[in-house]
T-cell receptor, first 112, second 114 residues
Framework: GEDVEQSLFLSVREGDSSVINCTYT??????LYWYKQEPGAGLQLLTY?????DMKQDQRLTVLLNKKDKHLSLRIADTQTGDSAIYFC????????????FGTGTRLKVLA | EAQVTQNPRYLITVTGKKLTVTCSQN?????MSWYRQDPGLGLRQIYY???????DKGDVPEGYKVSRKEKRNFPLILESPSPNQTSLYFC?????????????FGSGTRLTVV
């Protein structure tokens, strides 16, 4: 069935790059997303990528998509303490009915 | 400011006492959805609505009802809450069908059923 997997935790030092990884199972997914959830808040859309793209860059964020391995990553350059949050990967599965599937989230902790 | 507003933010209730969580968006979005977030399970869709008077079940609809009488509002109704409905609930809306272009989320409602 469809599933999106992420590691639970990541800790980095301020100023370093963070790389958050995600694997998905539905090869028919056409859209893949990264959301950020800060404490006590809802999810905030950071960026998304179409499945016909390999990479998307937006300021400090770089998304890489390896469609063959069904692997998505989010790189945050020059990580700041304000980047500490939970990051969710999500796919829009188009097999059968359209279905939005979220991963369980990666908690990023940035150490000063 | 474009936003999705949920109320209340926190709610403690007793088993069986009907409750409604309200959701309102000011972006004229047609697509709205309710999710619940539980530890280790990510977000699971409860119900969604494609437009006024058009609603459908998500992955975990049991024990919930929704209505969409106006475009901006999409309340979530628990007719007889049970402890397994203790969760963090999010309402979300999107300018695209099924959230293709991404969702705008509310701040969440933390519900405890005792």
């Amino acid at each position: 069935g469809e599933d999106v997997e992420q590691s639970l935790f990541l800790s980095v030092r301020e100023g370093d790059s963070s790389v958050i990884n995600c694997t998905y199972t539905d090869s028919s997914s056409t859209y893949l997303y990264w959301y950020k959830q800060e404490p006590g808040a809802g999810l905030q859309l950071l960026t998304y990528i179409f499945s016909n793209m390999d990479m998307k860059q937006d300021q400090r964020l770089t998304v890489l998509l390896n469609k063959k391995d069904k692997h998505l990553s989010l790189r945050i350059a020059d990580t700041q303490t304000g980047d500490s949050a939970i990051y969710f990967c999500a796919e829009l599965s188009t097999s059968g009915t359209y279905k939005y599937i979220f991963g369980t989230g990666t908690r990023l902790k940035v150490l000063a | 400011e474009a936003q999705v507003t949920q109320n209340p933010r926190y709610l403690i209730t007793v088993t069986g006492k009907k409750l409604t969580v309200t959701c309102s968006q000011n972006m004229n979005h047609e697509y709205m959805s309710w999710y619940r977030q539980d530890p280790g399970l990510g977000l699971r869709q409860i119900y969604y609505s494609m437009n006024v008077e058009v609603t459908d079940k998500g992955d975990v609809p049991e024990g919930y009802k929704v209505s969409r009488k106006e475009k901006r509002n999409f309340p979530l109704i628990l007719e007889s809450p049970s402890p397994n409905q203790t969760s963090l609930y999010f309402c979300a809306s999107s300018w695209t069908d099924r959230g293709r272009g991404g969702y705008t989320f509310g701040s969440g409602t933390r519900l405890t059923v005792v």
